[in-house]
């Protein structure tokens, strides 16, 4: 990343790979480093820097880049860009996000894929993230955007994977519903071993 003199600095994402001393986590250079904005938010609880937090990072640049925005800056309500892109999203109008100092300098199609990956980089569950190989291919126009629902998701610690719990609900729910047949009337049947020896 380079500062508004053009000088190399030190970016919030790559992290992952270029902790000084090969150190793997922020937690090793006393406590959370890198800005606001940029920061996944997993890494407040395990202070680790991952390949998804740097994926977070890249997010957070995509749609700063594209917006011509900081990620704290604060529009229509809203306390980060982030969020404020999903609302536009979610209402349909995501190309209302783009820097209008662009003016028609710019394809609409591309602007909408680079802030819908932005959005896709920037999902709150680190698994949901896109690896890298494949933001590649989404910037080169070989694979379509992955899909970005219209209301962002909840932050969730611990984190959990989310295809299995869905299993899991579904499993439960089927071992806990009774069958009906259809056109019948749900009854009970009483076995009595009585002296007779006969079932009611």
């Avoid at 917006?67 to 209402?91: A, I, M, S």
């Avoid at 962002?152 to 611990?158: D, I």
Wanted: hydrophobic fraction near 40%; charge should be negative.
């Amino acid at each position: 990343m380079l500062d508004s003199d053009f000088n190399a600095r030190l970016g919030d994402f790559g992290l992952a790979r270029a902790l000084e001393n090969d150190k793997t986590s922020y937690a090793e250079l006393e406590g959370v480093h890198g800005t606001m904005g940029y920061i996944a938010p997993e890494c407040f609880h395990t202070g680790r820097a991952t390949r998804e937090s740097d994926v977070y990072g890249f997010g957070a640049v995509l749609l700063e880049v594209v917006c011509g925005q900081r990620p704290w800056t604060k529009n229509e309500g809203y306390e980060c860009l982030v969020d404020w892109v999903w609302l536009l999203h979610r209402e349909q109008r995501i190309l209302d996000a783009v820097d209008p100092r662009l003016g028609n300098d710019l394809v609409a199609e591309e602007a909408e894929r680079v802030l819908k990956l932005g959005l896709a980089c920037s999902h709150p569950i680190a698994s949901e993230r896109p690896k890298m190989q494949t933001i590649v291919q989404i910037i080169s126009g070989s694979v379509p955007v992955p899909h970005v629902p219209p209301f962002k998701p909840a932050f969730v610690w611990p984190a959990m994977d989310l295809s299995s719990l869905a299993s899991e609900l579904t499993t439960q729910t089927t071992t806990t519903t009774e069958y009906t047949p259809m056109n019948s009337t749900p009854h009970s049947m009483r076995v009595d071993f009585s002296d007779s020896g006969s079932l009611v």
